[in-house]
C-alpha cells in the first residue's frame, strides 16, 4: 500500500492496512516523511516503514532562456534580484555614512565620493528597471489567463497530450525516486496505490516488475474527483499538469476502488474505465482492538469545559475551502458556544488565523485547536462534544461524497450540521440527524446551530430509531469489500469457501 504522506494523519491507509492485514494478506504499507530518519514500525498485523520524502520544490518562476525572450532585462531567478537590491542599498548607505567622515572632506576625496554617489544612484535605477521587469516577469507566470501562459500551455497539451505533465510538473517524477528501490525490493504481488501520486508510481513499479517476468496488479484508491479540486498550488500549471499524469496513467490499473458511486462513474466517464469502480466508505473502525494502549482523552478536559457547557466540533483538515471561518466569525451570536478544531497541526500558520480572529472578535477563550487522536479512538473521543460542523464550501470535489468526518460524527450520534454541498446535505435532509445551511450564510449557520441545541435528543434519537444507518456505514463493511477486490485480483490467495457437511444417505 503506497500514501503520499506520513501515514499518522491518514485514517483510511491506517485501516485499510490494518483491517486487510488482519484478514491474512501480508501488508506493508509505505509512507513517506522530510525526516532522514527512515521509521518503521507495526500497524495491527501489517508492516509500516516511512520512505524520505522527495523534496518537491516548486520550479523557479523564472528561466534564464525565457526572461531573454519575454523580458530581456529580468534577473534570472527573484533571489537575484533580492541580493542586488540589497547591495545598492547597502552601498549607498555606505557613501552616506562616510560623507560625514573628517577624512574626506578635503576637495578630491568630496569628488571622488560625488562620483561614487553619482554612480550608486545609477546603479540603483538600472537594478530597480531590472526587478520590475522580474517582478512583470512572475505576474505572467502565475497568471493563468495572461496570453503567453496560456499559449504555453497550450502547446504543450497539443504536442505530448497526457504525457505533458513531464514538462508542466516534472517534480512527480521524484515521488518516484523516493518509492521506487522500496517497492521492487518487497516484490509485491498487489500494490495498492492512493490517490493520484502513488497512482502513476504503482503503475511504473508494474511495468518494472513485469520486464522481469512477475504479474503483479495495481489497484488505485481515489479518495478524490482531481478535476475538480481546489488547486494546492498557486501556480496556472500544477492542477493541468496532475489531471494529465492521472489521465495517463488511470487506465493501468486493473481495480479502482473510490469513496462514492457518484465519484465512481465520474472517474468511469473521465477516464474510460472498463468497469465500475467498487466503493469503500470512509467509514470509521467499531469493532476489535484498539491500536493504542492509552484511554481515549477527554475533549471537554482539554476544552477545559465543564458538561453542561455546548461545544461544536469539527475534525479535519484546516484548509480555506473547509469553510471554518463561519465556526468563527458567528461566535458572538451563539455566546454560550465552545468550538473544538481537530486538526492535524494545532500550530500550522491556517489554525493561527483563525485563532488571531478569534481574539479580534473577543472569543478567543472560546475556540481551542487540538491535535488528532488514533483513528480508533476518533468516535468516542467526539461523542463528547454537542453538534459536529462540516461548513465545507461548493467545489464540485465536495458535492459528491459522504466524508470521513460525517461518518465518525454519526457513530459519534452528534447532531450534523452541513453546508448545502450536494451529497451529505442529502443525507441529513432524508435522515433527520442534523440540519443544512446555506454555504457561507453566517445567518443561516446561527439558525442551524441553535435549532439543534435547542433540542439536540431530536437529532440523536434518529441513531436509535434507524440502526440501519450505522450498520452500514462501519469501516467492517467495507474491509469486506476491499477483501473481495484483492480476492477476484489474485484468486490463488483467497480464502477456500467453508465446506458444506455431506448429507446422509
Same mark, same amino acid.
Given at each position: 500500500?503506497?500514501?503520499?504522506?506520513?501515514?499518522?494523519?491518514?485514517?483510511?491507509?491506517?485501516?485499510?492496512?490494518?483491517?486487510? &492485514?488482519?484478514?491474512?494478506?501480508?501488508?506493508?504499507?509505505?509512507?513517506?516523511?522530510?525526516?532522514?530518519?527512515?521509521?518503521?514500525?507495526?500497524?495491527?498485523?501489517?508492516?509500516?516503514?516511512?520512505?524520505?520524502?522527495?523534496?518537491?520544490?516548486?520550479?523557479?518562476?523564472?528561466?534564464?532562456?525565457?526572461?531573454?525572450? +519575454?523580458?530581456?532585462?529580468?534577473?534570472?531567478?527573484?533571489?537575484? &534580484?533580492?541580493?542586488?537590491?540589497?547591495?545598492?542599498?547597502?552601498?549607498? &548607505?555606505?557613501?552616506?555614512?562616510?560623507?560625514?567622515?573628517?577624512?574626506?572632506?578635503?576637495?578630491?576625496?568630496? &569628488?571622488?565620493?560625488?562620483?561614487?554617489?553619482?554612480?550608486?544612484?545609477?546603479?540603483?535605477? =538600472?537594478?530597480?528597471?531590472?526587478?520590475?521587469?522580474?517582478?512583470?516577469?512572475?505576474?505572467?507566470?502565475?497568471?493563468?489567463?495572461? /496570453?503567453?501562459?496560456?499559449?504555453?500551455?497550450?502547446?504543450?497539451?497539443?504536442?505530448?497530450?497526457?504525457?505533458?505533465?513531464?514538462?508542466?510538473?516534472?517534480?512527480?517524477?521524484?515521488?518516484?525516486?523516493?518509492?521506487?528501490?522500496?517497492?521492487?525490493?518487497?516484490?509485491?504481488?498487489?500494490?495498492?496505490?492512493?490517490?493520484?501520486?502513488?497512482?502513476?508510481?504503482?503503475?511504473?513499479?508494474?511495468?518494472?516488475?513485469?520486464?522481469?517476468?512477475?504479474?503483479?496488479?495495481?489497484?488505485?484508491?481515489?479518495?478524490?474527483?482531481?478535476?475538480?479540486?481546489?488547486? =494546492?498550488?498557486?501556480?496556472?500549471?500544477?492542477?493541468?499538469?496532475?489531471?494529465?499524469?492521472?489521465?495517463?496513467?488511470?487506465?493501468?490499473?486493473?481495480?479502482?476502488?473510490?469513496?462514492?458511486?457518484?465519484?465512481?462513474?465520474?472517474?468511469?466517464?473521465?477516464?474510460?474505465?472498463?468497469?465500475?469502480?467498487?466503493?469503500?466508505?470512509?467509514?470509521?473502525?467499531?469493532?476489535?482492538?484498539?491500536?493504542?494502549?492509552?484511554?481515549?482523552?477527554?475533549?471537554?478536559?482539554?476544552?477545559?469545559?465543564?458538561?453542561?457547557?455546548?461545544?461544536?466540533?469539527?475534525?479535519?483538515?484546516?484548509?480555506?475551502? +473547509?469553510?471554518?471561518?463561519?465556526?468563527?466569525?458567528?461566535? /458572538?451570536?451563539?455566546?454560550?458556544?465552545?468550538?473544538?478544531?481537530?486538526?492535524?497541526?494545532?500550530?500550522?500558520?491556517?489554525? +493561527?488565523?483563525?485563532?488571531?480572529?478569534?481574539?479580534?472578535?473577543?472569543?478567543?477563550?472560546?475556540?481551542?485547536?487540538?491535535?488528532?487522536?488514533?483513528?480508533?479512538?476518533?468516535?468516542?473521543?467526539?461523542?463528547?462534544?454537542?453538534?459536529?460542523?462540516?461548513?465545507?464550501?461548493? =467545489?464540485?470535489?465536495?458535492?459528491?461524497?459522504?466524508?470521513?468526518?460525517?461518518?465518525?460524527?454519526?457513530?459519534?450520534?452528534?447532531?450534523?450540521?452541513?453546508?448545502?454541498?450536494?451529497?451529505?446535505?442529502?443525507?441529513?435532509?432524508?435522515?433527520?440527524?442534523?440540519?443544512?445551511?446555506?454555504?457561507?450564510?453566517?445567518?443561516?449557520?446561527?439558525?442551524?446551530?441553535?435549532?439543534?441545541?435547542?433540542?439536540?435528543?431530536?437529532?440523536?434519537?434518529?441513531?436509535?430509531?434507524?440502526?440501519?444507518?450505522?450498520?452500514?456505514?462501519?469501516?467492517?463493511?467495507?474491509?469486506?469489500?476491499?477483501?473481495?477486490?484483492?480476492?477476484?485480483?489474485? /484468486?490463488?490467495?483467497?480464502?477456500?469457501?467453508?465446506?458444506?457437511?455431506?448429507?446422509?444417505?
Amino acid at each position: 500500500m503506497l500514501v503520499d504522506n506520513d501515514i499518522v494523519r491518514d485514517s483510511r491507509v491506517q485501516k485499510a492496512a490494518s483491517s486487510i &492485514a488482519a484478514r491474512g494478506w501480508e501488508v506493508h504499507l509505505i509512507g513517506c516523511t522530510s525526516n532522514r530518519k527512515k521509521r518503521r514500525w507495526t500497524l495491527g498485523e501489517a508492516s509500516v516503514r516511512m520512505v524520505a520524502r522527495p523534496s518537491v520544490q516548486p520550479e523557479a518562476k523564472y528561466r534564464p532562456l525565457r526572461s531573454m525572450i +519575454r523580458r530581456p532585462l529580468a534577473y534570472a531567478h527573484p533571489d537575484v &534580484a533580492a541580493s542586488r537590491r540589497r547591495l545598492v542599498l547597502s552601498r549607498r &548607505a555606505d557613501i552616506a555614512a562616510s560623507r560625514l567622515a573628517p577624512e574626506f572632506r578635503s576637495p578630491a576625496r568630496k &569628488a571622488w565620493l560625488t562620483g561614487r554617489r553619482v554612480a550608486a544612484k545609477v546603479q540603483q535605477r =538600472w537594478v530597480g528597471l531590472r526587478e520590475r521587469q522580474t517582478d512583470s516577469l512572475a505576474k505572467a507566470r502565475s497568471n493563468a489567463k495572461s /496570453p503567453v501562459e496560456r499559449l504555453t500551455l497550450g502547446f504543450w497539451q497539443k504536442l505530448l497530450g497526457d504525457r505533458a505533465w513531464r514538462v508542466l510538473d516534472r517534480s512527480l517524477w521524484e515521488w518516484d525516486s523516493s518509492y521506487r528501490k522500496v517497492i521492487d525490493n518487497l516484490e509485491p504481488d498487489i500494490i495498492h496505490a492512493n490517490d493520484f501520486r502513488m497512482l502513476g508510481v504503482g503503475a511504473r513499479a508494474v511495468r518494472r516488475a513485469r520486464a522481469k517476468g512477475r504479474d503483479v496488479k495495481l489497484v488505485w484508491d481515489a479518495h478524490e474527483f482531481l478535476p475538480g479540486i481546489r488547486p =494546492w498550488h498557486d501556480g496556472p500549471r500544477w492542477h493541468p499538469a496532475v489531471c494529465a499524469y492521472e489521465r495517463e496513467y488511470a487506465r493501468v490499473a486493473h481495480s479502482v476502488v473510490t469513496v462514492s458511486e457518484a465519484l465512481g462513474e465520474l472517474l468511469v466517464e473521465s477516464h474510460g474505465l472498463r468497469e465500475k469502480p467498487a466503493v469503500v466508505l470512509n467509514a470509521p473502525v467499531v469493532d476489535g482492538e484498539p491500536s493504542s494502549t492509552e484511554p481515549v482523552p477527554d475533549l471537554r478536559e482539554l476544552c477545559g469545559v465543564g458538561p453542561d457547557t455546548p461545544i461544536a466540533v469539527y475534525s479535519g483538515g484546516p484548509s480555506v475551502q +473547509r469553510g471554518l471561518i463561519i465556526m468563527i466569525e458567528t461566535l /458572538p451570536r451563539l455566546p454560550e458556544l465552545h468550538v473544538a478544531l481537530i486538526v492535524p497541526n494545532p500550530g500550522a500558520g491556517v489554525v +493561527r488565523e483563525l485563532l488571531d480572529r478569534a481574539g479580534e472578535l473577543g472569543v478567543r477563550d472560546r475556540v481551542h485547536a487540538l491535535p488528532y487522536v488514533p483513528f480508533d479512538q476518533v468516535v468516542p473521543f467526539l461523542s463528547a462534544a454537542d453538534l459536529g460542523v462540516i461548513p465545507i464550501h461548493h =467545489w464540485p470535489n465536495h458535492e459528491i461524497a459522504l466524508i470521513t468526518k460525517f461518518f465518525e460524527y454519526s457513530h459519534a450520534r452528534l447532531p450534523i450540521v452541513v453546508s448545502s454541498v450536494k451529497a451529505m446535505s442529502e443525507t441529513v435532509r432524508a435522515s433527520g440527524q442534523g440540519e443544512v445551511f446555506r454555504t457561507e450564510d453566517e445567518d443561516d449557520y446561527v439558525r442551524a446551530v441553535e435549532a439543534v441545541l435547542s433540542d439536540p435528543k431530536r437529532y440523536r434519537a434518529v441513531y436509535e430509531e434507524r440502526p440501519d444507518l450505522l450498520q452500514a456505514w462501519t469501516w467492517e463493511a467495507q474491509a469486506d469489500v476491499l477483501d473481495g477486490v484483492y480476492a477476484e485480483l489474485l /484468486p490463488s490467495a483467497a480464502k477456500p469457501a467453508a465446506k458444506q457437511p455431506a448429507e446422509k444417505a
